[in-house]
């Protein structure tokens, strides 16, 4: 199979073929809730953060020195700092394609996505090659350390800044594609068949030239992803302390199990490899895709979706390895794990990728940012034993402590990574097939598209998910063929059902929509007419949930859950409560008293002291609203009483 066809919607990926078809920004807009606030957030006050941080560091000022030959001296931040401009860029480019579908002025944010492309496109040099810490007098020569060098990792973020412009703004003139474009030639002359047969030890250019290749319709930038993805498990790096699976290159990709070593990296690459699976029609590499997933999200998956219970070498652990208070959960893995899951929804159609995704954005992608937006957290631990620090405001924090949120980080690869996702949240609501339209996220949201037949539809949907479970889809054009409309019921979601509301005011159709504790979907086949109105119906109430045995980490312990948001037991609640003189680490929960819903839409316990015996209802938190009072003590996981 060849690339033949180039989408027109602005959406981050778009296989040829597969199940169903992604709807983009063009094509679906967030209009308010959850993901409206953290959308506006995202967009007025975290990426002016990241563009102030790139130039107060000097990651920007390093593309300025390079253009003026002034390199190597003066060059600050990592090896890889150039990735984060370039999110930074995807970041801006989503936004724009957000702000323009809204009808919301664009200006600043094109002047300064326009000036941070003028000066990424002066460092390139004349054969297409952009770095700012190899290649010149005084730098380690390009391509000499791919074990920990990054270049071809940086490429790769470019690459998806690319992708993110040519199909917001296909018309631009700013050149940020032709940059792209150059860079990705030469990545092909360079790594091409019976060329320089090694690969990036940190994956992300597979993923990126295999949506480069589909956004120009470019097969030479797919073929060399493909290859990429097929070095993988040649040994060509390094081995290294953490051994080759670090940077999955002890395993070809389509003998793995399950993933393995550092989690960004393994989720990157496991994204692309599905890339490339899908367009080649290489479905035994697919087939090991989806067991990989299934693997890993059965076995390797913190409660709130996070991946990685490794500090030392940022990976993922043994099967059943999931230890709360040193869980690494970097917010890239849950950035990367939406990436890998999209792709596989788009080619299966199965709801329980969209599951986890919804999983990951409530409880990893949207914990890392401060409720402002301007702080964030790096790795997401499950269980905070001693009040964290408060991080320097005025200075980047050298790792990733934990403790709370920081403004910036010496290796600052998660604020840029989050601001990317939320900037282009609404590709990942709907999408189509050939029979109708699948909701796979529930905001308050506008849909307008065109089915596969040529039927224009346009929905809207009205919710205060997740903080009621009650969905409206109200239909706004009238069917000339029945078509349908599927609505995801997540796993939790028991007793859940659905009514259809003709808008004849006919008898009003109650579907049951139970799928009995598996992600599934509920349909509706009809010629809608114009008015009519779907509701689903999601039982949001607390519940607890208890780990799988073979987690002996937290075994004895439960997780309150409400609607897809996971809580935690925080010390600052406990003021005022009978446990106010509590050792935190004598507290349990008790079982038989289930978790309760209270007027101010926050979520009780009953928590008791097991030392004490002291009892108290004591409120729980939304585990992505922890440490904004300050610092103090958290728990996911709680002991039961008497465990
Ligand atoms: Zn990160």
Same mark, same amino acid.
């Given at each position: 199979?060849?690339?033949?066809?180039?989408?027109?919607?602005?959406?981050?990926?778009?296989?040829?073929?597969?199940?169903?078809?992604?709807?983009?920004?063009?094509?679906?807009?967030?209009?308010?809730?959850?993901?409206?606030?953290?959308?506006?957030?995202?967009?007025?006050?975290?990426?002016?953060?990241?563009?102030?941080?790139?130039?107060?560091?000097?990651?920007?000022?390093?593309?300025?020195?390079?253009?003026?030959?002034?390199?190597?001296?003066?060059?600050?931040?990592?090896?890889?700092?150039?990735?984060?401009?370039?999110?930074?860029?995807?970041?801006?480019?989503?936004?724009?394609?957000?702000?323009?579908?809204?009808?919301?002025?664009?200006?600043? &944010?094109?002047?300064? =996505?326009? %000036?941070? @492309? /003028? +000066? #990424?496109?002066?460092?390139?040099?004349? !054969?297409?090659? *952009?770095?700012?810490?190899?290649?010149?007098?005084?730098?380690?020569?390009?391509?000499?350390?791919?074990?920990?060098?990054?270049?071809?990792?940086? &490429?790769?973020?470019? =690459?998806? %800044?690319? @992708? /993110? +412009? #040519?199909?917001?703004?296909?018309?631009? !003139?700013?050149? *940020?594609?032709?940059?792209?474009?150059?860079?990705?030639?030469?990545?092909?002359?360079?790594?091409?068949?019976?060329?320089?047969?090694?690969?990036?030890?940190?994956?992300?250019?597979?993923?990126?030239? /295999?949506?480069?290749?589909?956004?120009?319709?470019?097969?030479?930038? *797919?073929?060399?992803?493909?290859?990429?993805?097929?070095?993988?498990?040649?040994?060509?790096?390094?081995?290294?302390?953490?051994?080759?699976?670090?940077?999955?290159?002890?395993?070809?990709?389509?003998? /793995?199990?399950?993933?393995?070593?550092?989690?960004?990296?393994?989720?990157?690459?496991?994204?692309?490899?599905?890339?490339?699976?899908?367009?080649?029609?290489?479905?035994?590499?697919?087939?090991?895709?989806?067991?990989?997933?299934?693997?890993?999200?059965?076995?390797?998956?913190?409660?709130?979706?996070?991946?990685?219970?490794?500090?030392?070498?940022?990976?993922?652990?043994?099967?059943?390895?999931?230890?709360?208070?040193?869980?690494?959960?970097?917010?890239?893995?849950?950035?990367?794990?939406?990436?890998?899951?999209?792709?596989?929804?788009?080619?299966?159609?199965?709801?329980?990728?969209?599951?986890?995704?919804?999983?990951?954005?409530?409880?990893?992608?949207?914990?890392?940012?401060?409720?402002?937006?301007?702080?964030?957290?790096?790795?997401?631990?499950?269980?905070?034993?001693?009040?964290?620090?408060?991080?320097?405001?005025?200075?980047?924090?050298?790792?990733?402590?934990?403790?709370?949120?920081?403004?910036?980080?010496?290796?600052?690869?998660?604020?840029?990574?989050?601001?990317?996702?939320?900037?282009?949240?609404?590709?990942?609501?709907?999408?189509?097939?050939?029979?109708?339209?699948?909701?796979?996220?529930?905001?308050?949201?506008?849909?307008?598209?065109?089915?596969?037949?040529?039927?224009?539809?346009?929905?809207?949907?009205?919710?205060?998910?997740?903080?009621?479970?009650?969905?409206?889809?109200?239909?706004?054009?009238?069917?000339?063929?029945?078509?349908?409309?599927?609505?995801?019921?997540?796993?939790?979601?028991?007793?859940?059902?659905?009514?259809?509301?003709?808008?004849?005011?006919?008898?009003?159709?109650?579907?049951?929509?139970?799928?009995?504790?598996?992600?599934?979907?509920?349909?509706?086949?009809?010629?809608?007419?114009?008015?009519?109105?779907?509701?689903?119906?999601?039982?949001?109430?607390?519940?607890?949930?208890?780990?799988?045995?073979?987690?002996?980490?937290?075994?004895?312990?439960?997780?309150?859950?409400?609607?897809?948001?996971?809580?935690?037991?925080?010390?600052?609640?406990?003021?005022?409560?009978?446990?106010?003189?509590?050792?935190?680490?004598?507290?349990?929960?008790?079982?038989?008293?289930?978790?309760?819903?209270?007027?101010?839409?926050?979520?009780?316990?009953?928590?008791?002291?097991?030392?004490?015996?002291?009892?108290?209802?004591?409120?729980?938190?939304?585990?992505?609203?922890?440490?904004?009072?300050?610092?103090?003590?958290?728990?996911?996981?709680?002991?039961?009483?008497?465990?």
């Amino acid at each position: 199979m060849t690339l033949t066809t180039t989408t027109t919607h602005s959406v981050p990926v778009a296989p040829t073929i597969g199940a169903l078809r992604p709807l983009g920004l063009d094509e679906v807009t967030i209009t308010g809730g959850f993901w409206a606030r953290r959308q506006d957030v995202n967009g007025q006050a975290t990426i002016a953060h990241i563009g102030g941080w790139l130039e107060r560091e000097g990651w920007l000022g390093n593309f300025d020195l390079a253009a003026s030959g002034a390199l190597p001296e003066g060059r600050r931040g990592r090896e890889f700092s150039d990735s984060e401009v370039y999110k930074y860029l995807e970041a801006i480019a989503w936004e724009v394609g957000r702000r323009t579908a809204a009808g919301l002025p664009t200006d600043e &944010l094109e002047a300064r =996505f326009r %000036a941070v @492309v /003028a +000066r #990424v496109a002066a460092a390139q040099e004349p !054969d297409g090659y *952009l770095n700012t810490r190899f290649g010149r007098p005084g730098q380690g020569a390009r391509w000499s350390d791919l074990e920990w060098g990054h270049e071809l990792y940086c &490429l790769g973020h470019l =690459f998806q %800044a690319a @992708v /993110a +412009r #040519v199909r917001t703004r296909p018309d631009a !003139d700013d050149g *940020l594609v032709d940059v792209a474009r150059r860079a990705a030639d030469l990545v092909c002359d360079v790594f091409g068949e019976g060329r320089d047969e090694r690969i990036c030890g940190h994956a992300e250019v597979e993923v990126g030239l /295999a949506e480069l290749g589909r956004a120009l319709g470019e097969p030479r930038y *797919l073929e060399q992803a493909r290859l990429f993805v097929e070095r993988h498990g040649e040994g060509t790096l390094r081995d290294i302390e953490w051994g080759r699976s670090y940077y999955q290159d002890d395993q070809h990709v389509r003998d /793995a199990d399950v993933l393995r070593g550092h989690s960004v990296r393994a989720n990157y690459l496991a994204a692309g490899a599905a890339d490339v699976a899908i367009e080649t029609g290489d479905d035994e590499l697919l087939r090991a895709l989806d067991r990989q997933w299934d693997t890993t999200v059965e076995r390797r998956t913190y409660v709130t979706g996070g991946q990685g219970s490794h500090h030392q070498d940022e990976a993922f652990g043994e099967d059943w390895e999931l230890p709360s208070d040193r869980a690494y959960s970097e917010t890239c893995a849950g950035v990367a794990s939406v990436m890998f899951s999209w792709r596989l929804l788009l080619a299966r159609g199965d709801a329980r990728y969209a599951d986890l995704i919804e999983r990951t954005l409530f409880n990893v992608i949207e914990t890392s940012p401060s409720a402002e937006g301007t702080a964030f957290y790096y790795a997401n631990t499950l269980h905070q034993r001693r009040p964290g620090a408060v991080a320097d405001a005025h200075a980047a924090t050298p790792r990733a402590q934990s403790s709370l949120r920081a403004p910036w980080f010496d290796v600052s690869c998660c604020p840029p990574n989050t601001a990317r996702t939320f900037a282009s949240l609404a590709a990942y609501v709907a999408t189509a097939d050939a029979s109708g339209i699948q909701l796979h996220q529930y905001a308050p949201a506008s849909i307008r598209t065109t089915l596969d037949g040529g039927q224009a539809v346009a929905l809207e949907v009205a919710t205060e998910y997740p903080r009621s479970g009650s969905v409206r889809i109200r239909v706004l054009t009238d069917a000339a063929q029945p078509w349908t409309l599927s609505l995801r019921v997540p796993a939790w979601a028991e007793g859940a059902r659905a009514m259809v509301r003709p808008a004849d005011g006919g008898p009003e159709q109650v579907l049951d929509a139970d799928q009995h504790g598996r992600p599934g979907t509920v349909s509706v086949d009809r010629a809608f007419a114009a008015g009519d109105e779907v509701e689903l119906v999601l039982p949001v109430v607390p519940r607890f949930a208890a780990p799988d045995p073979r987690v002996d980490a937290v075994r004895g312990c439960l997780v309150v859950e409400r609607g897809p948001e996971v809580f935690a037991l925080e010390s600052v609640d406990l003021a005022g409560t009978e446990l106010a003189a509590s050792d935190f680490a004598d507290l349990r929960v008790d079982p038989d008293v289930p978790p309760r819903d209270d007027d101010d839409g926050s979520v009780t316990a009953t928590i008791v002291d097991d030392r004490t015996g002291a009892r108290g209802d004591v409120p729980l938190v939304r585990y992505h609203d922890w440490a904004e009072r300050g610092p103090s003590q958290m728990r996911v996981w709680v002991p039961v009483v008497g465990a």
